[in-house]
């Protein structure tokens, strides 16, 4: 199937770019653009594309407004929204992830992550920038004390290096690199690893690993 994509950023530049990188993969394909947040929230709204990336900083709504309006809690027909920015304040990352977005890639993360990400976000998971990743969960960590939940099985030494490399914001072509394996073995271990961690997508299983002291201890991946 291909991905229908609408693209969000003031700029035309920046937006052309983006389709550029997007419509060179043959499961893509950009159904829209729009130049600011009302006309974003209107196109996604009649276009009911399967991924919608968004800009933070646009003219009429911006970002948090427009994610809230596609993707906000109670919606009956929730979009899958992912931030393309430029900008990783910490009010930013929050606002967006707690209106509804799926992800959050930061414009200077590369042609391969933002490609990523909307095979992701399409695909119902989660993906952020790994810096934004590391922070995030470093920052949550500490503050969250309940008691998180064991895994359903035992997990494999193998299992573990994939939990502890998505925690550290490796993307599956990074972790089959690290770990000289293919990538198609990289989404087997992620599916094995949510169905024992009874978890939805990377992020969680990376919040599961901070949270569990996983990551207090180990050794750099290779």
């Given at each position: 199937m291909t991905i229908e994509v609408l693209l969000?950023?003031?700029?035309?530049?920046?937006?052309?770019?983006?389709?550029?990188?997007?419509?060179?993969q043959e499961d893509i394909t950009v159904v829209g653009e729009a130049a600011d947040g009302a006309e974003a929230v209107d196109l996604a709204r009649r276009l009911r594309p399967d991924v919608c990336l968004v800009d933070i900083r646009m003219p009429k709504l911006d970002g948090?407004?427009?994610?809230?309006?596609l993707a906000g809690p109670g919606l009956p027909r929730p979009l899958r929204v992912v931030i393309v920015t430029t900008f990783?304040?910490?009010?930013?990352?929050?606002?967006?992830?707690?209106?509804?977005?799926?992800?959050f890639v930061l414009k200077d993360a590369g042609p391969a992550l933002l490609v990523e990400a909307v095979r992701a976000a399409a695909a119902g998971d989660a993906l952020l920038s790994p810096s934004i990743t590391l922070r995030l969960l470093r920052n949550l960590a500490p503050a969250r004390h309940a008691t998180v939940a064991g895994p359903a099985r035992p997990l494999s030494v193998r299992e573990t290096e994939v939990i502890r490399a998505i925690a550290r914001g490796r993307t599956n072509q990074e972790i089959?690199?690290?770990?000289?394996?293919?990538?198609?073995?990289v989404k087997s271990h992620l599916a094995?690893?949510?169905?024992?961690?009874?978890?939805?997508?990377?992020?969680e299983i990376a919040a599961w690993a901070?949270?569990?002291?996983?990551?207090?201890?180990?050794?750099?991946?290779r």
């Open positions: 969000a950023d003031d700029q035309a530049m920046i937006r052309g770019g983006l389709k550029l990188i997007l419509e060179d948090i407004e427009v994610t809230r309006a990783d304040l910490d009010e930013y990352i929050y606002g967006t992830l707690q209106a509804g977005a799926v992800g089959a690199a690290a770990l000289f394996i293919s990538l198609s073995t094995t690893i949510q169905t024992k961690l009874r978890v939805r997508n990377r992020v901070w949270e569990s002291r996983l990551m207090d201890a180990t050794k750099p991946l």
